[in-house]
């Protein structure tokens, strides 16, 4: 496969994978390596025919796990390519200007607001947990930034089944959660679903105040209902060991293996290391041209290019 091996930095001990997960994934959809190959040279064969879309040589793995997510669905692939492109223009406050050097990301990156779980549940799925330790002030825009920075990643370099987010909103503010507001909890949604092609396959809210129900409401009124049943409110983080094995946890959620600053701070270095700091400087200039678009992006119809606020219905 064609793919930028430096950014595969630490994927085994961040995300614990090997090539035995792509063996599985092939088995699962009945395709061969030779079959894989060729559904990905015709990828690349169409994104170089696309006049709007910058001239860069894909990423294989990329591709791969975009099939993954999609059930090996090309036309699916090929928006989310185009979509995740595009929505540079769209909102540009989360994908522009991310030099994991830059003094706030390097702050909130040393803070540690997120964790990913190098373990995979049961089902194989990837866990995430959002925590702030102690109640302070932060930018929302810039958490949100890193957290697709992790997307950025995890699309290079995770093979899962789907993802699940825990929020421990014990320490949250109310000047925190007025941040988010309707666009930018649209913009939110819109890029993790279209672009980056989650399978949500659980939320789990730790110690929610009353004062967030309100955007608790709003996500769920974007989802469809299948996908709003999947959103679970814990009254404490011990909570968490009821629905994940304790094995996987970190040591403040009741596991015993590692702890919450020692999952960040690893992460930390991977994002700072010369590899992906050029990765993200580089793709401020991977932008595309949409006065020369030919196709149109089957999910522009919930989300207006000039950025008003749709109701979006995620599967």
Known sequence: MNWN????????????????????FLKKYNVTERQLQEIIASIQDWYEKQPHLPKIKLDDRVMFRLLVSTKFRIEKVKDKIDASISAKHKM??????????????????????FAVLPNKTPDNHRVAIF???????FVVIEIIKIAFMILD???????????QYVYDLTNVRFSNTVQMTPPVVTKMLYYI???HGAKLK??????????????LNLIKKLLKPKIAERIKIHSKPEDIANVFPKSMLPKEYGGDEFSFDEVTEEWRKMFQSDAWRQYFIDQDK?????????RVLSCDEFFGCDGSFRKLEFD
């Open 5 to 24: 091996s430096d950014l595969s930095r630490d994927e085994e001990k961040l995300l614990r994978v090997s090539l035995q997960d792509v063996d599985v």
């Open 92 to 113: 540009p406050e989360f994908l522009l200007n991310r030099d994991p050097l830059s003094p706030i990301i390097d702050e909130y990156l040393r803070y540690g607001f």
């Open 131 to 137: 925590r702030i330790k102690s109640p302070r002030e």
């Open 153 to 163: 990643y995890i699309r290079h370099n995770d093979l899962n089944m789907g993802q």
């Open 193 to 195: 679903f279209y672009c």
């Open 202 to 215: 659980g939320i789990h809210l730790i110690n929610m105040p009353s004062f967030a129900i309100p955007i």
């Open 286 to 294: 991977v932008i595309s041209d949409e006065s020369r678009r030919t």
